[in-house]
């Protein structure tokens, strides 16, 4: 019996570590770095960039990687893939400084600097492959769960994505900004606005909010699809009944697969239709309530399904536009007290003065 459960300690001991490796394999731990320069400041910024590349330097070697993929790789692009970072011994004397550094890197943020970087042999002409945003969201008895372990669903993703090596989605991490940019109370409703500053940090052409519903009664997932791009907004229903009697952890993996094989195969068609009706339009105004009511009226026509503003300034406001209508665009803004002037295609002009 003792014998039993040593075993089974050891079981355990292992299991606990291999998980604990696998976290810590994005933390650096005791860069030292010393350096001198004409002041502290300089100094110590000196030193940071040195003690992030050297940290990246030695990720690079864990991940089995080439070290001469760093030589692509910028200070600026290394800052960003620092979730965070502890300093120790630190010791300033006039222009000299030094300290051991502990960085941790974000993992998303590397994967994706490193999909960018890893081939540095392939073709100059061949065209970045586009990446898109997804966000899977556990609803559990009526609230939607986007961040933590009670997200399995998010997990089951991202071990899809790895296992079929699809390098153009990218699940977000956990970190401060991607939290605050995803409030769990309000993605499921999200508009291209709310989404925009995550979308711009990942340089993705668009996002897809994976909603998992499980009917346990009827042994069945639901999906919502929901595609949030500059100009365009389109939700689907998948529906997967568990005929074969799987269990929720088979079924959930078998779930993520059926839905990625949806993503691969619908995107070339939803990419064609994206811009075919992007208008950008130029208003001047006279003040800030001639502003205000034309933006109400082109909301509220029925002839645009996307307003995104591009820049404000005291004398003009830019948007863009997607334009729903049948008839000539000119003539349908006519209609509604608007005259657009045509500048070039898709191009136009509202003086409000």
Do not use: H
């Not at 997990?155 to 899809?160: D, G, L, P, W």
């Not at 078998?254 to 990419?271: A, G, H, I, R």
């Amino acid at each position: 019996m003792s014998r039993f459960f040593f075993l089974l300690a050891c079981v355990f001991t292992i299991s606990f570590s291999a998980k604990a490796d696998n976290q810590d394999i994005y933390l650096i731990s005791g860069v030292s770095i010393s350096t001198n320069a004409k002041s502290p400041a300089l100094a110590k910024a000196a030193a940071f960039k040195m003690a992030r590349r050297d940290a990246f330097l030695i990720l690079l070697t864990r991940l089995e990687m080439k070290s001469g993929i760093a030589d692509g790789i910028t200070d600026e692009e290394i800052s960003d893939m620092v979730r965070s970072e502890q300093i120790e011994k630190e010791k300033i004397s006039g222009g000299n400084y030094s300290a051991t550094f502990n960085i941790m890197f974000a993992k998303d943020f590397v994967d994706y600097v490193l999909l960018q970087k890893k081939s540095p042999n392939a073709s100059e002409n061949k065209a970045p492959e586009d990446i898109y945003l997804l966000i899977p969201v556990k609803m559990k008895k009526y609230q939607s769960i986007i961040w933590g372990e009670e997200n399995d669903w998010k997990e089951a993703i991202a071990k899809t994505l790895n296992q079929k090596s699809l390098n153009q989605f990218v699940v977000p991490d956990a970190d401060i900004a991607n939290i605050a940019s995803l409030n769990e109370g309000e993605v499921v409703i999200a508009d291209y606005r709310t989404l925009e500053p995550i979308l711009s940090r990942y340089k993705a052409k668009a996002a897809y909010s994976l909603i998992f519903s499980y009917d346990e009664i009827e042994n069945k997932v639901v999906i919502e699809v929901i595609r949030l791009s500059k100009f365009q907004k389109k939700k689907v229903k998948l529906s997967f009944v568990n005929i074969d009697r799987l269990n929720y952890q088979s079924l959930i993996s078998k779930v993520s697969d059926k839905v990625m094989e949806y993503l691969l195969s619908s995107q070339s068609d939803l990419d064609q239709g994206v811009n075919s009706s992007a208008t950008r339009i130029k208003i001047y105004l006279n003040s800030l309530s001639s502003w205000v009511a034309i933006k109400n009226k082109i909301e509220s026509s029925g002839l645009v399904n996307q307003l995104n503003i591009e820049s404000i300034s005291r004398d003009y406001v830019v948007v863009t536009i997607n334009y729903i209508g049948e008839e000539d665009i000119q003539k349908a803004f006519a209609r509604k007290g608007l005259r657009l002037n045509q500048q070039e295609e898709n191009n136009f002009t509202i003086d409000a003065n």
